[in-house]
Antibody, heavy 121, light 110 residues
Framework: QVQLQESGPGLVKPSDTLSLTCAVSGYSISSSNWWGWIRQPPGKGLEWIGYIYYSGSIYYNPSLKSRVTMSVDTSKNQFSLKLSSVTAVDTAVYYC??????????????WGQGTMVTVSS | QSVLTQPPSASGTPGQRVTISCSGSSSNIGSNYVYWYQQLPGTAPKLLIYRNNQRPSGVPDRFSGSKSGTSASLAISGLRSEDEADYYCAAWDDSLRGVVFGGGTKLTVL
């Protein structure tokens, strides 16, 4: 059974860097899938942050591109998100997810449970 | 302001059929697959429809998707109380080179 689990600090100070990791179990991250991050501010809709392939190919949301860095660690079967210079508007539940195929144009078929990150001093 | 446009709310009574629309443009829905996600309160989104009209294993056939031009629809027939959730459409956007979501539709079962 494929499972994704997000982890990282639940509280980040303004102007700091938010760092999250998504551990993948029951499936190899080196398989032909893209791995993504999506966030959801409290009471609001979903926002795609970015996609990464195990080889390092990446797509970022243009609105976040200047602050986002994604990476993959195949040895640990996990991928990571860093979002720099955070402000209160970055407060959200952050989800990691898997694309259903080898194309980033396809759906997210497996999602993590999500982790709440609050930006506050 | 979301790239894909959905009505903020929809409602129906048990047993009814409801539809939720999703409007986009030639760079997203018009040229790529549409996906639908269901988000029950306090939980992660779940894939409901992929590639416009395909249901993942385990999704009841009460849920169906369709696409025409730059718009798509999700239909739920035989509405049940457990269908009360937020529904999101999504698609790849060739211009933005990324995934775009609709703003979400809150479905209430009266």
């Amino acid at each position: 059974q494929v499972q994704l689990q997000e982890s990282g600090p639940g509280l980040v100070k303004p102007s700091d860097t938010l760092s999250l990791t998504c551990a993948v179990s029951g499936y190899s991250i080196s398989s032909s899938n893209w791995w993504g991050w999506i966030r959801q501010p409290p009471g609001k809709g979903l926002e795609w942050i970015g996609y990464i392939y195990y080889s390092g190919s990446i797509y970022y949301n243009p609105s976040l591109k200047s602050r986002v860095t994604m990476s993959v660690d195949t040895s640990k079967n996990q991928f990571s998100l860093k979002l720099s210079s955070v402000t209160a508007v970055d407060t959200a539940v952050y989800y990691c997810a898997r694309s259903e195929s080898g194309s980033p144009r396809d759906a997210f078929d497996i999602w993590g449970q999500g982790t709440m990150v609050t930006v506050s001093s | 302001q979301s790239v894909l446009t959905q009505p903020p709310s929809a409602s129906g009574t048990p047993g009814q059929r409801v539809t939720i629309s999703c409007s986009g443009s030639s760079s997203n829905i018009g040229s790529n697959y549409v996906y639908w996600y269901q988000q029950l309160p306090g939980t992660a989104p779940k894939l409901l429809i992929y590639r416009n009209n395909q249901r993942p294993s385990g999704v009841p056939d009460r849920f169906s998707g369709s696409k025409s031009g730059t718009s798509a629809s999700l239909a739920i027939s035989g509405l049940r109380s457990e269908d009360e959730a937020d529904y999101y459409c999504a698609a790849w956007d060739d211009s933005l080179r990324g995934v775009v979501f609709g703003g979400g539709t809150k479905l209430t079962v009266l």
